[in-house]
């Protein structure tokens, strides 16, 4: 089953950039709708930037270089935004945001994160994003099931 629901509008020049969007209820049962990027491969290293902020409410802003998979499942916590640092042929180098939230809840998030967040990192990070209706239809059965990809 998928949930991504694909534009079918497409983009001048290199469409290597996939974007779509996953609508959903939030913990109050009021549906969102955010947007989904495919700027990152699965087992590929980049350089991330990522904002968060502290329990005191303080902004930090960090790097690190990992995977998709190994950055979203260590650094998820009070993440803000993150962006990816992108080569290309020409020899140019270009910052995209892959992760923004808005008030506690995704406003874009790219597919390869999404398709390893796992229900712990939602409870932990995300409670607004909290949709057991979506988790049924995922066939979640325990805290490490995936969220936005079959079981």
Known sequence: M?????????????????????????????Y????????????????????CKCKAGFLNISEQTATPE???SSTYAFLDNVQVLKKFNDGSEHWFNVLCTKGGKFYSIDKTFLNHLKVTHIHNAWKKMVDYDLWKSMNTSNHDSYVYKMN
């Not at 534009?7 to 779509?20: D, H, Y």
């Not at 969102?32 to 350089?47: A, D, M, Q």
Request: hydrophobic share 30%; net charge positive; charged share 30%.
């Open 32 to 51: 969102l709708k955010f947007t989904i990027s495919n700027h990152l491969e699965e087992g590929v290293e980049y350089k991330f930037r990522y904002t």
């Open 70 to 72: 190994q950055f979203i």
């Open 2 to 30: 998928e949930i991504v629901e694909k534009s079918k509008q497409q983009l001048e020049g290199n469409n290597a950039v996939f974007f779509g969007s996953v609508t959903q209820k939030d913990n109050k049962g009021k």
